[in-house]
């Protein structure tokens, strides 16, 4: 098995930071839907503590925004507690029901880095025509955008995720960085094909990829072969989910270690594809 040193210092690219009332209100329908529990800390000392002994030296804080006008306030509170951190880089949301320009816009001159939509919470899909003005400003800004566009956990009948939805985004928008969230479970297949095909196309691990998955969310990470990780790694990129896990965060990556992949794999997976998916450049080896 690969050593902890492959990993640190890792960037985790999906970790939720937000105010309570929103976690907890998160927490209660992923309970009362899924059936899971939590116990890691919300706070964003909180997590950066467990981030930091985990080996983890950044992280992308992601908000959504279940309801209009609440984008602004949020995406706000977001970027300024990662004024006050040397982890967190702030990305901003919008619902499509917003001044979506405005608010994007706001979020990105205040100091957002990049955009993240829940589709199925937010109830608007990667091709939504009312998110357009978001879109086009992650390209002039040439930001990137982390969409949750799979059907996992528990989103099958959800008609604003899928490949379909996520490939019409990347066809539509070539030079605006775009990843899928969970390694497009369940259709894991159908978006590795997307990363093969489009440049500007990402996925993160978070969730999937845990060794805890099989227990969780009707979904082995066993499923994707290693050939996946060695042949796409520039576009495969470390993610967790935290806080919201009812699994321990070391369950993340162990799987992952497990695999015993190529250093310059494990390089990838856990710094330099979330560099190239934030600015658009890899830094050299």
Not at 120 to 141: I, K, M, S, W, Y
Request: some cysteine.
């Amino acid at each position: 098995m690969a050593g902890e040193e492959v990993f640190e210092p890792a960037t985790d690219v999906h970790v939720h930071l937000m105010p309570d009332r929103l976690i907890a209100a998160i927490r209660r329908v992923l309970g009362e839907e899924a059936g899971w529990t939590f116990d890691h800390p919300t706070d964003r000392d909180g997590i950066e503590a467990l981030l930091s002994a985990a080996g983890v030296e950044r992280y992308f804080a992601l908000p959504y925004a279940h309801k209009p006008e609440m984008s602004a306030e949020l995406n706000q509170w977001v970027i300024d507690r990662a004024n006050e951190s040397e982890m967190a880089v702030p990305f901003a949301t919008v619902h499509p029901e917003d001044d979506v320009g405005r608010v994007v816009r706001t979020a990105f001159e205040s100091g957002a880095r990049g955009l993240k939509f829940q589709c199925p919470v937010q109830q608007c899909a990667p091709d939504d025509e009312r998110l357009g003005p978001a879109f086009e400003l992650a390209a002039e800004f040439d930001y990137p955008i982390l969409f949750h566009a799979g059907t996992a956990p528990m989103f099958d009948d959800s008609p604003y995720v899928g490949a379909e939805r996520f490939a019409s985004f990347l066809e539509s928008y070539p030079e605006v960085r775009a990843a899928c969230a969970h390694m497009g479970t369940y259709e894991w297949e159908a978006f590795v094909d997307l990363i093969t095909e489009h440049d500007n196309a990402f996925l993160d691990t978070s969730f999937a990829m845990s060794a805890a998955a099989a227990a969780s969310m009707r979904f082995s990470p066993e499923e994707i072969p290693d050939r996946v990780f060695e042949d796409q790694s520039p576009s495969i990129m470390y993610g967790s989910d935290l806080p919201n896990l009812p699994h321990d965060y070391a369950d993340e990556r162990t799987h992952l270690l497990s695999r015993d992949l190529p250093p310059p794999v494990y390089d990838d997976l856990f710094r330099r594809t979330a560099e190239r998916f934030l600015t658009g450049e890899a830094p050299e080896h």
